[in-house]
């Protein structure tokens, strides 16, 4: 059974006239002819260092579809001169994985060792994960991992701990470029379409080889006259879905981008994450949200009308709908970005909390509680309270905190915006209430 997943990277299909993808015509045949990933490959990244010292750990290849995971792996076993095995985490349960370690045990018995290439790795539980730990710490298997999703939050510590994670780019329209003239050169003819329209094929791919691959075999097969512009050519093919997981790392990434260009008052940048998670199929309403949240928690009191700014967009875009209520979170987008930045608020918030729970169930002090009985009067509830609206100016300067708590200072208003006046009011009544407690 265990032969099943075996594979070396000269195999064919069984068929030899079956025709071969131009993805699979393509494929390297050594690491020298990979197409980007400098940063791992080159003479002093990690692979590189690794090779020329004669000494490959495991490994967890982190990265988008279509970057060369695959192709690395099977590249590594042979300049390493292991056995390749690959398998993929979706198809393969335990069973599977017990026969793959037995052969490979079997194999290193006979002075064979073995590169085991798990594709989609984040998909094993933490039981299956674990089952690699043994035969990677015995030798039997050197593990090479892919994954689109951060391993941080997908694959198990211990197995982190025993490999090097390497991470895996987008390619670069350079990259494409050169892939594309690889391509070229296989089909011994140039691609009918002009400058602008090559470039928008490049950008179709987005970053993916392999689907950069696929739309040049579809454009090699049309019998056109002379060469097509971009017009043409999107009339023909369909733009690639951009890579944009709602529920994982890629929605955290954009979600992030979006609050920081706000926080970093830049309305053009605030637009385009803004942009491309609406194109990514993102719910606006999850968008209405963080927008608000931004508005308290990054404008907060500096701009008090932020907030309101926020809510109406979003019941306008509750009104409206799509895609005419989206402009409505766009306003407030530009907005937020150019309104005066404090997290004042938020920061005393915070500080309140972490203060709340280390004085524990401490009471208020007695002269502000409510004295309805007469054993809470003869037990001094109420006893001293002093009526600010009695008081001159309208200020008493008493201390509200517990009594054995030391008053802190929480809320530190900025010079920005309304803020600036809130700072006047907070020094006026703090120099009042040295006054009367003096």
């Known amino acids: 059974m265990a032969d099943l997943f075996d ?3 000269g195999d ?3 068929d030899g006239n079956a025709p071969r993808p131009l993805a699979d015509r393509l494929r390297p045949k050594s690491l020298s002819e990979v197409i ?15 090779l020329a010292s004669g000494s490959l750990s495991s490994l967890i290849f982190w990265g988008p579809p279509g970057v060369g995971k695959t192709t690395i792996a099977r590249l590594l076993a042979d300049e390493t001169n292991l056995h390749f095995v690959q398998i993929s985490a979706i198809f393969t349960g335990v069973p599977e994985l017990r026969k793959v370690f037995e052969a490979a045990k ?7 060792g073995t590169l085991l290439f798990v594709d989609e790795i984040h998909r094993f539980n933490k039981a299956q994960q674990d089952g690699f730990l043994p035969h990677m710490e015995d030798g039997t298997i050197l593990l090479v991992g892919a994954t689109t999703e951060n391993p941080s939050f997908e694959l198990n510590a211990a197995v982190l701990s025993r490999s090097q994670v390497l991470v895996l780019e987008r390619l ?4 494409l ?3 594309a003239q690889r391509a070229e050169q296989e089909l011994g003819r140039a691609l009918p379409l002009d400058g602008p329209a090559r470039e928008a094929l490049l950008e179709m791919a987005d970053g993916d080889g392999r689907a950069l691959l696929n739309l040049i075999e579809q454009v090699a097969a049309w019998t056109v006259e002379g060469k097509l512009d971009s017009q043409a050519l999107a009339t023909r093919l369909m733009k690639r879905a951009a890579k944009y997981d709602k529920g994982g790392e890629e929605h955290y990434n954009l979600i992030s981008a979006l609050h920081k260009s706000v926080r970093g008052s830049d309305p053009d940048a605030a637009l385009y994450w803004f942009a491309r998670m609406l194109e990514g199929g993102e719910d606006p309403r999850f968008l209405a949200r963080r927008i608000t949240r931004m508005a308290v928690e990054d404008i907060g009191l500096a701009d008090p009308q932020a907030q309101d700014v926020c809510l109406q967009s979003w019941q306008t875009y509750e009104r409206l709908g799509s895609p005419e209520g989206e402009l409505a979170l766009a306003q407030a987008l530009v907005y937020l970005a150019l309104a005066p930045k404090s997290n004042a608020t938020y920061a005393a918030y915070k500080q309140a909390r972490a203060a709340a729970r280390k ?4 009471p208020p002090p007695k002269h502000i509680l409510n004295a309805p009985t007469r054993l809470m009067e003869e037990q001094g509830y109420g006893s001293g309270y002093q009526y600010d609206h009695d008081a001159e100016d309208g200020f008493s300067g008493q201390d509200y905190f517990p009594e054995t708590m030391k008053r802190p200072v929480l809320y530190s208003p900025v010079e920005r915006g309304f803020e600036r006046e809130l700072k006047k009011r907070l020094d006026y009544f703090s120099k009042l209430r040295i006054k009367r407690n003096s």
């Open 7 to 9: 594979q070396s990277p």
């Open 12 to 14: 064919s299909p069984k």
């Open 359 to 362: 004085t524990g169930s401490e």
């Open 177 to 179: 470029e050169r892939l």
């Open 36 to 50: 980007g990933q400098e940063q791992v490959l080159g003479p002093d990244a990690p692979l590189g260092v690794m």
């Open 106 to 112: 079997i194999r290193r018995q006979n002075g064979q």
């Open 172 to 175: 670069s329209l350079a990259d």
